[in-house]
């Protein structure tokens, strides 16, 4: 069964970076396409970034386009979201998301099945 743990979060002032880990395991070297979404007190859960297998194919939110860069280490089974000049409205908690397939992407939480326990990030002006 496929495990997803975040790591990576933090309370930070505006205009700081962060990166977000999520390791993979249970299913060592399969071919997930991942992504990354987060939610906000008394928001729905809304998409952030995603990836396919083994890379190629990326697709970014608006509100984070060429602020945060998502990537894997297919060897490592970790996912990534590095995240700069953050600001307020980033403050949510982010998960991690997976999917079995390869050269396959999306930015629908439903079409993922597998889901860490979340992260919190906390962004002050």
């Known amino acids: 069964q496929v495990q997803l743990v975040e790591s990576g979060g933090g309370s930070v002032q505006a205009g700081v970076s962060l990166t977000l880990s999520c390791v993979v395991s249970?299913?060592?070297?399969?071919?997930?396409?991942m992504g990354w979404f987060r939610q906000a007190p008394g928001k729905e859960r809304e998409f952030v970034a995603a990836i396919s297998w083994p890379g190629a194919n990326l697709r970014y939110a608006a509100s984070v386009k060429g602020r945060f860069t998502i990537t894997r280490d297919n060897v490592k089974d970790t996912l990534y979201l590095e995240m700069n000049n953050l600001k307020p409205e980033d403050t949510a908690v982010y998960y991690c998301?997976?999917?079995?397939?390869?050269?396959?992407?999306?930015?629908?939480?439903?079409?993922?099945?597998?889901w860490g326990q979340g992260t919190q990030v906390t962004v002050s002006s």
């Open positions: 249970g299913t060592p070297h399969s071919q997930f396409a």
């Open positions: 998301a997976a999917r079995p397939g390869s050269h396959w992407i999306s930015d629908t939480a439903a079409d993922f099945g597998s």
